[in-house]
């Protein structure tokens, strides 16, 4: 029987069986299990060496190769490659024979009635526009199939931040309007945007949903065409076998542009068309830049709520917090009933609404590189993102305006893994959340879900494993001119060659 107060004797045999229990629990901790039942790596322990071990270029093949989610925060006309855009510009058998001509210089007309442009270098008109200036405007522009090696290289470039100074002036005031108007042609309009679903199913990525403007659309005469010709001509096109082909699917956001004076009115065009046109639109969006104090999210508040009263459910997806000073337009935008927050890179100067994004159901679309090259955060440890997704804030990789930048959705992903140093978990909740936060319909997002899991783990068995090195030999990935400025690649930059 058990004696609480044991005799010396006793006691010394007490010590001398916890002393062998001790030493034996000592050597099983330190041998280990038996060989036999030796842990085999996880994909999480691969991915980690991979980091530590990978060259550039293999890291790259590797997430070029990784199965990716939705680019949920995406502009239709500025995320096409611009190598597209000159050759269905400059390309008769491309373009069906219409004719352009590109701004060559910028003078003052000495006489006459002069149209309302911009006085921007590389500015793209149709014929019939061209031939409506007058003599010494006209004089000022050249056929886009009549430039000099030279002025195609510039026009090129004149398309993309790609020079040092170049930041959110070039875009916002300049860079727009020399995209001219191809992507409002309801001609070439849908085969760009198959020939970027092309490219964005080869790297993986699942679903795209598209801002997009449908009252802006044109013929090729510069005749508007109807917001309802819009959506029969993408809906039709987007049905074709090549469309179906990639493997991508594809959404539109209304996109109202946020300072313009009739921006109420556009609110109410765009809930009035969603809610006859679901099938393929899916959301409201407002952008433009947060620095022009006509645009702040506050001034909607009254027109939304007219809307939410009238129409069922429209999900939001709003611009907010691209901006480089604290402001109360994040929290602003979530009462306009902001179900996705675009950029959110001040949130952090916002604690109160910070507190009120942690493990909530508001998604921030991340933009990695948009940030960078328009200079809302020139130091990366300074960016939000690390922050938001490890403290309980739904978020997700985007590329914006990928096409402009001359970057690829790898881009955005190797920016994030290399300055973040992300786990495998948390690199596959960035296409998780991406896709659990569409606003695609429910049985649509489960199927891509299940198809996502799917790739997921055949990427795992083919990728992470302890040959990676010789499985991302095999992977010939599309190397954007940032990509392989910024990360230093030996592969050759090929985005721009159209399949």
Known sequence: MFSPTPTFTRGRDDRRRWLTLIAGLFLVGVAGPPLSAAPVATPAAIFDDVKAHATPDELYRLLFALPKGGDLHHHGGGSVPMEYVVEYYTNPARNG?????????????????????????????????????????????KSVTELTAVEKAAWLSGLKLDQPGEARDEFFEKTWWRLGPIFGDIELGPELLVENMKAYGREGVRYLEIQTIPQGATDRNGKAVSAEDYYRVYRARLAQPDALATGVTVRFQIVVIRFLPRAEDAVREAFAFIDAHRDLFVGVNMAGRE?????????????????????PRIPLAIHAGESDEANANIRDTLLLGADRIGHGVNILKDPATYLLLRNSRYLVEINLVSNRLLEYVTDPMQHPFPVLLRTGVP?????????????????????AVSQYNLSWAEVVSLARNSLVHSFLDEPTKARLL????????????????????????????????????????????NLGELR
């Open 97 to 141: 024979g219409q004719k352009f001509y590109l701004r060559t210089q910028v003078a003052l007309v000495p006489d006459g009635p002069v149209p309302a442009l911009p006085d921007v270098l590389f500015h793209v008109v149709r014929e019939a526009a061209w031939k409506s200036f007058p003599t010494a405007l006209r004089a000022q522009w």
């Open 395 to 415: 978020v997700c990789l985007n590329t914006d305006d990928r096409g402009m930048w001359d970057s690829t959705f790898t881009d955005e992903y190797f920016t």
């Open 450 to 493: 299940a198809d996502y899991e799917k790739a997921l783990v055949a990427y795992e068995a083919r990728y992470l494993t302890a040959d990676w090195r010789t499985a991302s030999a095999a992977v010939t990935p599309l190397v954007s001119n940032y990509g392989w400025k910024a990360f230093h690649l030996a592969a050759p930059v």
């Open 291 to 311: 620095d022009n104090g006509k645009g702040q999210a506050a001034r909607f508040t009254e027109v939304f709520r007219e809307m939410q009263r009238k129409y």
